[in-house]
């Protein structure tokens, strides 16, 4: 068997096997930075805004950008597209998810994913069904702590402290879209609010197309 004979994934399929994995993450109860911590708070769409922050945490320091950057109806519901901007020294990965909110809870009803080159939509079949939610107000599962003002990059803000069961804590105001997230403290991880964005639209450039999880075994020309 020659070398251009072996089933081996292209650079593009490797990004879409890390992107599944972050899937997972993004999907649980609160969406995550892929490797890193949790983003919740009380969900407030503003389409256009959004807010950059700093995350560090074991000796990794990375800057995540969220922004709600388009809305559509999905079966009569609005959705927000969710888009999470991740920047590493190695680069940088765009993940944006359709969210449809039903009630106290947010399904992700698509999800899209782009680094260097095309981007990739997730088939919905190869997502956990059951992690595709998330909830709207980190408050509904968290113990209130008390008002705090706390001084981030982005300045000082009037915030409710809240910590949830696994000893989270959460800095929560109003004004700071999407989800009024000031600070976080996860364990060894930190997430400050750097700066509050407007006018905020899309990193993804293109029609995205779906991906076929036979691509992992065909042979690269």
Same mark, same amino acid.
């Given at each position: 068997?020659?070398?251009?004979?072996?089933?081996?994934? @292209?650079?593009?399929?490797?990004?879409?096997?890390?992107?599944?994995?972050?899937?997972?993450?993004?999907?649980?109860?609160?969406?995550?930075?892929?490797?890193?911590? @949790?983003?919740?708070?009380?969900?407030?769409?503003?389409?256009?805004?959004?807010?950059?922050?700093?995350?560090?945490?074991?000796?990794?320091?990375?800057?995540?950008?969220?922004?709600?950057v388009g809305v559509e109806k999905?079966?009569?519901?609005?959705?927000?597209?969710?888009?999470?901007?991740?920047?590493?020294?190695?680069?940088?990965?765009?993940?944006?998810?359709?969210?449809?909110?039903?009630?106290?809870?947010?399904?992700?009803?698509?999800?899209?994913?782009?680094?260097?080159?095309?981007?990739?939509?997730?088939?919905?079949?190869?997502?956990?069904?059951?992690?595709?939610?998330?909830?709207?107000?980190?408050?509904?599962?968290?113990?209130?702590?008390?008002?705090?003002?706390?001084?981030?990059?982005?300045?000082?803000?009037?915030?409710?402290?809240?910590?949830?069961?696994?000893?989270?804590?959460?800095?929560?105001?109003?004004?700071?879209?999407?989800?009024?997230?000031?600070?976080?403290?996860?364990?060894?991880?930190?997430?400050?609010?750097?700066?509050?964005?407007?006018?905020?639209?899309?990193?993804?450039?293109?029609?995205?197309?779906?991906?076929?999880?036979?691509?992992?075994?065909?042979?690269?020309?």
């Amino acid at each position: 068997m020659t070398c251009k004979d072996k089933p081996v994934a @292209s650079v593009r399929v490797m990004a879409v096997i890390l992107a599944l994995w972050s899937a997972a993450a993004v999907a649980s109860a609160q969406p995550h930075l892929p490797g890193g911590p @949790s983003v919740g708070g009380v969900w407030n769409p503003v389409v256009g805004s959004g807010a950059v922050y700093e995350t560090q945490g074991q000796g990794d320091r990375r800057e995540l950008e969220i922004a709600v950057v388009g809305v559509e109806k999905v079966q009569g519901a609005s959705g927000y597209w969710l888009e999470m901007v991740v920047k590493t020294a190695g680069g940088q990965m765009v993940f944006k998810s359709l969210l449809v909110v039903d009630g106290e809870d947010a399904r992700i009803a698509r999800m899209v994913m782009q680094t260097s080159r095309e981007p990739i939509e997730m088939p919905a079949e190869m997502m956990d069904q059951a992690t595709l939610r998330q909830a709207t107000d980190i408050r509904d599962k968290a113990t209130r702590v008390g008002a705090e003002r706390i001084t981030v990059p982005a300045g000082t803000f009037a915030c409710q402290h809240y910590r949830t069961q696994d000893g989270a804590d959460f800095w929560i105001t109003e004004g700071v879209p999407p989800w009024g997230l000031v600070k976080m403290v996860s364990g060894e991880t930190t997430m400050t609010l750097s700066r509050v964005t407007s006018n905020v639209t899309s990193r993804i450039t293109g029609a995205p197309r779906k991906f076929d999880p036979t691509e992992m075994m065909r042979p690269r020309r």
